[in-house]
Nanobody
């Protein structure tokens, strides 16, 4: 049974950094796409970043425009741990952040492409 467990959220000030971690178990994740989504109060869940298999141990990384240049997604070679390094945080980054996973390709920016989800971790950025 696939399980995703996020950690690393917290309360920080604008301009600070946080690193989120997603630990995956119950499967072989090296060729899975592993993404991060977030949901702010009163808003729909939105795509943040994804790491998806290219070939060998090479992965693509894609980002939402709102976080490009500030956030970095990475994963270990086995794909069991996915990190989201978040720098220069802004109050508008405040949300619950979810890790998501799915085998193969597909529309990686769409949450409907992911079958496995973590429970979420809260990130709050004060101004």
């Amino acid at each position: 049974q696939v399980q995703l467990v996020e950690s690393g959220g917290g309360l920080v000030q604008a301009g600070d950094s946080l690193r989120l971690s997603c630990a995956a178990s119950g499967g072989t994740f090296s060729r899975y796409k592993m993404g991060w989504f977030r949901q702010a109060p009163g808003k729909e869940r939105e795509f943040v970043a994804v790491t998806r298999w290219k070939s060998g141990i090479t992965y693509y990384a894609d980002y939402a425009d709102s976080v490009k240049g500030r956030f970095t997604i990475s994963r270990d070679n086995a794909g069991n741990t996915v990190l989201l390094q978040m720098n220069s945080l802004k109050p508008e980054d405040t949300a619950v952040y979810y890790c998501a996973a799915a085998p193969g390709g597909g529309l990686f920016r769409s949450e409907t492409s992911y079958g496995y989800w973590g429970q979420g971790t809260q990130v709050t950025v004060s101004s």
